[in-house]
Each structure stands twice: as C-alpha cells, then as structure tokens.
C-alpha cells in the first residue's frame, strides 16, 4: 500500500524558476523522507525531517512538514536542467524494531532550458 | 564506506521460469534490508524487509519470496514467474539512521 501522495504528478518549469511539490499522508509517522530518481536508476536520499521538525534546509532544497494536515513540501529554488528527475516522499512509522518505509507514487520534474 | 550491489542489471525470463535476484552491503553489519518493485512511471512498492538473518516481513502476498541467509546478504526469489512480475527490482538498506541507500537496480522483464 502506498502511504504517500505526491501533487503535482508532473511538473515543467523554466530553468531558473522554483519548483514546489507535495505530498500527502494519512497516519502517524516518525519522519518523513524526500528522494530523487534519475530515470532508470536507483533513488538517492535527499532529505529527512522528523515529524517534530516544521522545516529543514539543504542546499537548494527546503523541506516543511505539517503533521497536522499530515502533508509536507519539497521546494528547490533556482532549478538547473540538471534536477530533472522523479521525486519521491517516503513515510517512515517505526513499525517494530525495522523501519517501514513506504513511497508515494511521484512527481516527475522537467526542467526546460 | 558502505556500498551495495545488486545483479543481475537486466534479465528477460519467460513465463513459468525461476528468478533469483541477489544484494549484497558491505561496509556495515547487521543491516535492515529491503525489497521494492517499481512499475514503469510509478512509485515504488514495499516487498519485503529484514531486520537480521532468517528474519524476513512480506508486505504484499505474490508468488515472490524473500530470503537473508547471510548479515549482508538479501535475495528475491521466485519458483515460477508472472507476466505481472515485470519490473524495476531495488535493493535498500537502512542503517538506523532513517534513511535508505539504494543499489542500481534490477530490471526484469517477463515475456
């Protein structure tokens, strides 16, 4: 089953505009992950915020999580060609003594030139 | 540092025909370990995860199994495959940190 929901489901902004995606929850969880994937290839973590976190910077990336709407956002500014690529959000509930990470379906990106 | 290996990259197996894909993580012990499948433009589906040798939690029932006959070792098997099974197979594993580390993958295709 799938935890996440990610909106848009696909994006096409203009290299040098933000790019702003969200996703969607609907139980508790420990912390929330955003990930990115390069077609065809595996994913490589970009961030985690833990659900007493309400943001979270990284570079170009910046995180917000509302545990009370159960949603978060994932914002990179000033995008390159180079962040074209899927983006994932992944929910982590600490079910037992192994993390139960579960993906959302995805936002592809396109960055046009 | 840590690394993990998947293989095969790419196979093409006909219907009714075993699979076995291995991972293995070096550089760490006692990992969890984690199976997901992907759909071609989808998201990714939890399969299997292990949190030690012989410990194994199946998420979806299907004609795939999961196996960890070693610390560092995770394999997904299957004894005869479905047109369905078709897919991107990933590896991850989680150092208790939260995140994930993902292998390359496996791409699987059914005929």
């Known amino acids: 089953s799938q935890q996440g929901e990610e909106d848009p489901q696909a994006l096409s902004i203009q290299e040098g505009e933000n790019a702003t995606m969200n996703c969607s929850y609907k139980t508790s969880i420990n912390n929330l992950q955003w990930y990115r994937q390069n077609s065809g290839r595996g994913l490589v973590h970009l961030i985690l915020?833990?659900?007493?976190?309400r943001e979270k910077h990284s570079g170009r990336l910046r995180v917000t999580l509302d545990t009370s709407k159960k949603s978060s956002s994932l914002l990179i500014t000033a995008s390159r060609a180079a962040d074209t690529a899927s983006y994932f959000c992944a929910t982590d509930r600490q079910y037992s003594s192994a993390s139960k990470i579960i993906f959302g379906s995805g936002t592809r990106l396109s960055i046009r030139p | 540092s840590q690394t993990i290996h998947q293989w095969p990259a790419t196979l093409v197996q006909p219907v009714g025909s075993p699979l076995s894909l291995e991972c293995t993580v070096e550089?760490?012990?006692?990992?969890?370990l984690y199976w997901y499948r992907q759909a071609a433009g989808r998201g990714l589906q939890l399969l299997f995860y292990s949190v030690g040798i012989g410990q194994i939690s199946s998420e979806v029932p299907q004609n795939l199994s999961a196996s960890r006959p070693q610390d560092r070792q995770f394999i997904l098997s299957s004894k005869k495959l479905l047109l369905s099974d078709s897919g991107f197979y990933l590896c991850?594993?989680?150092?208790?940190?939260?995140?994930?580390?993902f292998g390359e993958g496996s791409r699987l295709t059914v005929l």
């Open positions: 550089g760490t012990s006692n990992p969890n």
């Open positions: 991850a594993w989680n150092p208790y940190t939260g995140e994930l580390f």
């Open positions: 915020i833990r659900s007493n976190e």
